[in-house]
Every structure is written in structure tokens, then in C-alpha cells.
């Protein structure tokens, strides 16, 4: 077992501990290969009139009048290199070299009209949320070495129709998350002797609830919304004894924020339509990060800010067949340079996304997108830390590259 004094040596690095959850307005990632991707997700919340709405707004299934499924593949790249330019005599000089990784995305949704009130409808999503890979000899090892976060869930929902206008939704996703994470930890007492490790390797399930509604003020204009509660996930671990090697059992837990988003569509003739969307995350309710070992228990600062977010879009029907799309998306930084970690690299958020759809004679829809992610320069500024440990820097490469392809079948009545 640890004993009180190397408790606390490993409790210095372990204030620095931190889980990861991918990157979004704030941590969530939104693309999950659906054909508002193709838009940066710009007014999807007034319904996309395929069976992708049962996730992005289950009220918005009233407009399907037929059995619908849609399935999507893709994959996520991301490019992140930190430019060093203070280390420490703990941290040394490492860059950490390139971070990013590849990775795939995939969802299904299943809609289904029981009768002119009654919607059902299924979303099954699965991605990465997170895969950086540093170099071990980095400076920001005691921040993170190695991250890796899968989640996956199913979100069953329902929709009412009340008036031929006004529909209500309402989905319970219920999401697995697993998350790998390592990281160095200082030896306080000797900078010549071995440092030590703290590895997070656990898993969770969690549920939420999304409330939605949509109103159709005529038939080219109509507006949605939808609220997300949060997530609270609890991981396991271990932290390695700095000096003699022994490991004592950990946990620590991480909320996924609040969700809320508003979303506009308006068709201008037969031709254009145009999109919108303005959200809020609840990042700060990501306060402090709760880590607590067998004998001890410290809380993991973030000092994170909600976060906003605005989209715009439009889609251009080019012909019978062809429909074109684009859009842009920002989203606000939710944390300072102070406070920001190496496992969770964000900053202010742009996305510019292009997409198409091709109708076949049967009916079927077959969607691109791709989507270009720029996170910034992500400033890290960790100097106030004592000076054995303080390093700071900024990211010269920071983006991901989202890239899905959309199938949507109507099944009839």
C-alpha cells in the first residue's frame, strides 16, 4: 500500500491527471456520418426528413411518412503537433511529435410511423471520440502520453404530432464509453531515477434524456430544438508507486455536458434552402474532475466555461437527382491556456463542411460528406506549476478531417 508521504509525491502528478472525451463544442464530437454533416450540421434540428432525425430530433420524425433506415460509414483523421517553447528541468524539451491518428465512424437509424400521431424510432452510434498518441519522452507527458476513447450507444425515441404544425420528441440514449489513458508521473525525489505511471483502463455505461420539438410555420419554414441532459462517466485504473513500483487502485469520473441547440430551415424557392443553428454546452458543469486512490483522494481542477455555438448552411438541388450542399460552424474557446491540458487540446472551433446526395430511381439516398475541423492553436501555459514541472507551447497542427457516406432506405408503409 502507498504510505501518506508518497501518496503525496504521486499526488502532485496526479492533480495533473485528466480523462479525455474527444473534441466538439467542448468535448462532444457531432458527426456521425450523417448528411447534415455535409453543412457542418447547420439547421438539422429542424429535421433532415431521413431516418438520421431520430437522433439529431426525434420530434422532427412526424414529417416521415414511411419506414426509413439509414446507414453510414467514415472515418476521422486527425493531424496534432505541439510546437514547444519552454521545458523544465522534469519535463525536458520533447515536442511530442505527431499525435493524431485514424479512425472509424459508423451509425444505423430506424424510423418507423405507427400512425398520423405516433412515430418510433432507433439510432445506434459508434466512434472514436479521442486517439492521441504522443512520444514517451515528451514535455507534456504528466498531462498525457497515450489517450484513447471509444463510445458507442443506442438511443430509442418516440415523436407525438400534435397539431398538423407542432411536434414533440423525446429519445433515451444510453451510451457505453471506454477510455484509455497514460500518462508519466514525476519522481519528485530523484530527476536521475525512473518515473512513474498512472494508467486509466476502464469503462461505463451511461443514460441521458433529450427532450425536442418542432414547429412548421408553412411548408418551406420550420424550427427545432433539442436538450441533451448530461453524462457522468466513472473510469478505473491504477497509479504505479513512483519509487518502488507498487500500484494502488483508482477511479475518477468525467460529466459530459448539457446540450441544447436551436435549429432553422427555410426553403427560397425550388432551388435553395437555407439553414441555421445556435447551441450552448454546459462545460462548466465539467468543474472539478473527482480522482481518488485506496487511501487518498484529490479533485482535478478544470475551470472550463460554457461553450456556444453557431452554424450556417445551405443546400443547392441541382437537378432531380443531385443536391449539393455547404456549411461553416464555430464554436467558442471553453478553456485559458492556463487551464488547458494536453489530453483535451481545445480551443475556439471552425468547421467547414461540403456534401451531395444522389437519389436513385428506387428511392434510395446516397450521401457524401466531408468536413474540415480547425481546433486552433490551443495554447498550453502550465508555468505557474513549480518550475521542476512547468512547460508551455501552443499546437502548430490542430485539426481532424471527418469523411462518411450515407445510405438511406424507404422501406414503405
Not at 518502488?244 to 424557392?269: P, Y
Request: glycine share 10%; charged share 20%.
Amino acid at each position: 500500500m502507498f504510505d501518506k508521504k508518497n501518496v503525496r509525491l504521486a499526488g502532485f502528478a496526479a492533480l495533473l491527471l485528466s480523462s479525455s472525451a474527444g473534441h466538439a463544442g467542448g468535448l462532444w464530437i457531432t458527426e456521425y456520418g450523417q448528411p447534415a454533416m455535409g453543412r457542418a450540421g447547420a439547421g438539422e434540428e429542424a429535421g433532415t426528413d431521413d431516418a438520421t432525425t431520430a437522433l439529431l430530433n426525434p420530434a422532427a420524425m412526424s414529417r416521415i411518412k414511411e419506414r426509413q433506415i439509414t446507414v453510414t460509414g467514415g472515418a476521422i483523421y486527425s493531424d496534432i503537433e505541439f510546437d514547444l517553447e519552454q521545458g523544465s528541468q522534469l519535463n525536458g524539451d520533447g515536442d511530442g511529435g505527431s499525435a493524431g491518428s485514424l479512425a472509424p465512424l459508423g451509425s444505423v437509424y430506424y424510423v418507423q410511423p405507427l400512425d398520423d400521431r405516433w412515430t418510433l424510432g432507433l439510432s445506434a452510434v459508434a466512434l472514436t471520440g479521442s486517439a492521441l498518441d504522443y512520444d514517451d519522452d515528451w514535455a507534456g507527458r504528466f498531462q498525457a502520453q497515450d489517450v484513447s476513447l471509444i463510445v458507442a450507444g443506442l438511443a430509442p425515441a418516440v415523436s407525438y404530432r400534435f397539431t398538423d404544425k407542432f411536434s414533440v420528441g423525446l429519445t433515451v440514449p444510453v451510451m457505453y464509453s471506454s477510455l484509455e489513458l497514460d500518462i508519466a508521473v514525476p519522481n519528485l525525489v530523484s530527476v536521475e531515477d525512473k518515473e512513474g505511471k498512472a494508467e486509466i483502463d476502464g469503462d461505463d455505461v451511461q443514460a441521458a434524456v433529450t427532450g425536442s420539438f418542432l414547429y412548421e410555420f408553412t411548408e418551406n419554414t420550420r424550427i427545432g430544438g433539442r436538450i441533451t441532459s448530461k453524462f457522468d462517466f466513472e473510469y478505473d485504473g491504477n497509479l504505479n508507486r513512483v519509487q518502488v513500483g507498487q500500484e494502488v487502485g483508482l477511479e475518477t469520473e468525467l460529466t459530459m455536458a448539457a446540450v441544447a441547440r436551436l435549429g432553422l430551415m427555410h426553403d427560397f424557392g425550388e432551388k435553395w434552402s437555407a439553414y441555421a443553428t445556435l447551441g450552448w454546452d454546459n462545460w462548466s458543469q465539467l468543474g472539478d474532475v473527482n480522482l481518488s486512490t485506496t487511501t487518498n483522494g484529490v479533485a482535478l481542477p478544470r475551470r472550463w466555461e460554457d461553450t456556444y455555438h453557431y452554424a450556417l448552411g445551405a443546400d443547392y438541388r441541382l437537378s432531380d437527382t443531385w443536391t449539393l450542399r455547404a456549411g461553416a460552424a464555430y464554436d467558442t474557446n471553453p478553456v485559458s491556456s492556463r487551464d488547458r491540458t494536453a489530453d483535451m487540446p481545445l480551443d475556439r472551433q471552425v468547421r467547414l463542411a461540403f456534401g451531395a446526395d444522389y437519389i436513385r430511381d428506387s428511392g434510395m439516398k446516397i450521401s457524401g460528406s466531408l468536413v474540415y475541423a480547425d481546433y486552433g492553436d490551443a495554447a498550453i501555459n502550465s508555468s505557474r506549476q513549480p518550475p521542476l514541472v512547468g512547460y508551455k507551447g501552443d499546437y502548430s497542427e490542430n485539426q481532424i478531417w471527418f469523411a462518411a457516406v450515407a445510405f438511406n432506405w424507404p422501406l414503405g408503409d
